[in-house]
Antibody, heavy 121, light 106 residues
Framework: EVQLLESGGGLVQPGGSLRLSCTTSGFTFGNYAMSWVRQAPGKGLEWVSCISAGGGSTYYADSAKGRFTFSRDNSKNMLYLQMNSLRAEDTAVYYC??????????????WGQGTLVTVSS | DIQMTQSPSTLSASVGDRVTITCRASQSINNWLAWYQQKPGKAPKLLIYKASNLESGVPSRFSGSGSGTEFTLTISSLQPDDFATYYCQQYNSYSSFGQGTKLEIK
């Protein structure tokens, strides 16, 4: 059974940093691209970042570029999202999502339950 | 960036109704479009991929169609479990979502 479990969310002050993790199991992790998608309270879904299956390529939404860094450890089946210079508008539930194929741009067939990040003073 | 626009934003319907949600892309995305269902406090669930392919385990009352820039999600006969918010996603160029369509009970 495929499982994705995010952790690391919490309350952080504007300008601060946070690192999210996503623990995965139930599939051959290194064969699939992965993404982060966020959802601000009461709002829609926003794609944030994608990482290729091997980890050699990363892609970011303009809102995350230069501030967020997406990485993966294929030996541990783990994903990481380092978020720096956080702003109030980064407040959201952050989901990790599995792409159906090794290519970065496919549908998301599995999602975690999400972790809430709140940026506030 | 490719912008995705869904309509309507809110849809009121009754059990048994046939409903259609439209998603328009700001440029051609070929058939690289997915539909998701999301219930409050839950993660999205994949319903349709590559515009018209039904995800395994999803009831056959859900169907998708379209190509290029205009796509539709149709639910042929609404069931109580279908009242939720629906999102389209393009993955032709990076990824982006529509703003969502909330399907409410009339």
């Amino acid at each position: 059974e495929v499982q994705l479990l995010e952790s690391g969310g919490g309350l952080v002050q504007p300008g601060g940093s946070l690192r999210l993790s996503c623990t995965t199991s139930g599939f051959t992790f290194g064969n699939y691209a992965m993404s982060w998608v966020r959802q601000a309270p009461g709002k829609g879904l926003e794609w944030v970042s994608c990482i290729s299956a091997g980890g050699g390529s990363t892609y970011y939404a303009d809102s995350a570029k230069g501030r967020f860094t997406f990485s993966r450890d294929n030996s541990k089946n783990m994903l990481y999202l380092q978020m720096n210079s956080l702003r109030a508008e980064d407040t959201a539930v952050y989901y990790c999502a599995k792409t159906r194929h090794s290519s970065s741009w496919y549908e998301f067939d599995y999602w975690g339950q999400g972790t809430l990040v709140t940026v506030s003073s | 960036d490719i912008q995705m626009t869904q309509s309507p934003s809110t849809l009121s319907a009754s059990v048994g109704d046939r409903v259609t949600i439209t998603c328009r892309a700001s440029q051609s995305i070929n058939n690289w479009l997915a539909w998701y269902q999301q219930k409050p406090g839950k993660a999205p669930k994949l319903l349709i991929y590559k515009a018209s392919n039904l995800e395994s385990g999803v009831p056959s009352r859900f169907s998708g169609s379209g190509s290029g820039t205009e796509f539709t999600l149709t639910i042929s006969s609404l069931q109580p479990d279908d009242f939720a918010t629906y999102y389209c996603q393009q993955y032709n160029s990076y990824s982006s979502f529509g703003q969502g369509t909330k399907l409410e009970i009339k």
